[in-house]
């Protein structure tokens, strides 16, 4: 296993070292951003315009900065695996239902990617469902190659919330928002940003909780709101748990992603207006305003 380790870091380095020393980003755009999720197949042009046209901004005035993007599934997926019953469990019934479920969040995905390219950002689609095996709805096998030769050749790889082989269940939903803090870690960032409807998340008066942690995770999770529309993955409670242990990373930020400015600030290295989720035991020196 050690061997292991030692041969992909040097791997990871080698690629990286003919462009100098990139940061990454690694940031997931959400599916109740870009899409209705009360109309199915429902997108929202206007926002999708925004958010590649921030992007685009961004990487024309610091190219040295690798982007890794994950798209949530919204309406063109979540209403789909609901009829299914995927979130339930998967049985050779369901096989159908798993397909319309992945090509549902293929379609948005390249939405997203066609966008971005028409800002001549160089976006290219990845399937989770032929990089992916999971055992019991955890990942146990990420092909990461691709990604690590799409950002060696100047691309912006965009994954997205996917059905992906399960070992044991057959086939399980993959969210976005396991994807993110799972490749986060793989890659040693140090944060993430989720960019989603929401001024980050929400106590019970509707009013933005400026950090989450380990220590006080306990008093907000009876506030935490449940998602609006259909979401199979666990909705903003779903979220947060996934970015607080020990396989996320140190720190992520919840924010919403239709103000552009919180898009440019977490690619840029700063904290964006929203919630900050800290993984980590708290420093007195601790200064949120640093990714």
Same mark, same amino acid.
């Given at each position: 296993?050690?061997?292991?380790?030692?041969?992909?870091?040097?791997?990871?380095?080698?690629?990286?070292?003919?462009?100098?020393?990139?940061?990454?980003?690694?940031?997931?755009?959400?599916?109740?951003?870009?899409?209705? @999720?009360? #109309? +199915? %197949? /429902?997108?929202?042009?206007? *926002?999708?315009? !925004?958010?590649?046209? =921030?992007?685009?901004?961004?990487? @024309?005035? #610091? +190219? %040295? /900065?690798?982007?890794?993007? *994950?798209?949530? !599934?919204?309406?063109? =997926?979540?209403?789909?695996?609901? @009829?299914? #019953?995927?979130?339930?469990?998967?049985?050779?019934?369901?096989?159908?239902?798993?397909?319309?479920?992945?090509?549902?969040? @293929?379609?948005?995905?390249?939405?997203?990617?066609?966008?971005?390219?028409?800002?001549?950002?160089?976006?290219?689609?990845?399937?989770?469902?032929?990089?992916?095996?999971?055992?019991?709805?955890?990942?146990?096998?990420?092909?990461?190659?691709?990604?690590?030769?799409?950002?060696?050749?100047?691309?912006?790889?965009?994954?997205?919330?996917?059905?992906?082989?399960?070992?044991?269940?057959?086939?399980?939903?993959?969210?976005?928002?396991?994807?993110?803090?799972?490749?986060?870690?793989?890659?040693?960032?140090?944060?993430?940003?989720?960019?989603?409807?929401?001024?980050?998340?929400?106590?019970?008066?509707?009013?933005?909780?400026?950090?989450?942690?380990?220590?006080?995770?306990?008093?907000?999770?009876?506030?935490?709101?449940?998602?609006?529309?259909?979401?199979?993955?666990?909705?903003?409670?779903?979220?947060?748990?996934?970015?607080?242990?020990?396989?996320?990373?140190?720190?992520?930020?919840?924010?919403?992603?239709?103000?552009?400015?919180?898009?440019?600030?977490?690619?840029?290295?700063?904290?964006?207006?929203?919630?900050?989720?800290?993984?980590?035991?708290?420093?007195?020196?601790?200064?949120?305003?640093?990714?």
């Amino acid at each position: 296993m050690k061997k292991l380790v030692v041969l992909f870091l040097f791997i990871f380095s080698n690629i990286f070292s003919s462009q100098g020393s990139k940061e990454i980003r690694i940031m997931k755009i959400g599916g109740g951003l870009i899409t209705d @999720k009360l #109309k +199915p %197949n /429902t997108p929202k042009p206007k *926002v999708i315009e !925004a958010i590649a046209s =921030a992007i685009a901004s961004f990487i @024309k005035e #610091k +190219p %040295n /900065t690798n982007i890794i993007l *994950v798209t949530g !599934a919204g309406s063109y =997926a979540h209403p789909i695996a609901k @009829k299914y #019953k995927l979130h339930k469990g998967y049985d050779d019934s369901k096989s159908i239902g798993a397909i319309e479920t992945h090509m549902g969040a @293929k379609k948005l995905n390249e939405i997203f990617v066609k966008k971005l390219n028409e800002k001549n950002v160089k976006a290219i689609p990845l399937h989770p469902l032929n990089l992916v095996i999971c055992e019991s709805g955890k990942i146990i096998k990420f092909s990461v190659d691709p990604i690590m030769q799409a950002l060696k050749r100047g691309f912006i790889p965009v994954l997205h919330g996917d059905m992906v082989f399960d070992e044991k269940n057959g086939m399980t939903i993959l969210s976005g928002d396991k994807i993110v803090p799972f490749l986060a870690v793989k890659f040693g960032v140090h944060s993430v940003g989720l960019a989603g409807i929401t001024d980050g998340v929400y106590n019970h008066k509707k009013e933005t909780i400026p950090e989450i942690n380990p220590e006080n995770i306990e008093g907000f999770i009876s506030m935490i709101s449940k998602s609006t529309g259909i979401d199979v993955t666990g909705g903003m409670l779903g979220k947060v748990k996934s970015l607080l242990n020990e396989k996320a990373p140190p720190v992520s930020y919840i924010f919403n992603g239709a103000n552009k400015k919180n898009i440019y600030a977490y690619l840029n290295g700063d904290a964006p207006k929203g919630t900050k989720i800290n993984n980590q035991k708290k420093d007195k020196g601790d200064d949120s305003s640093v990714i």
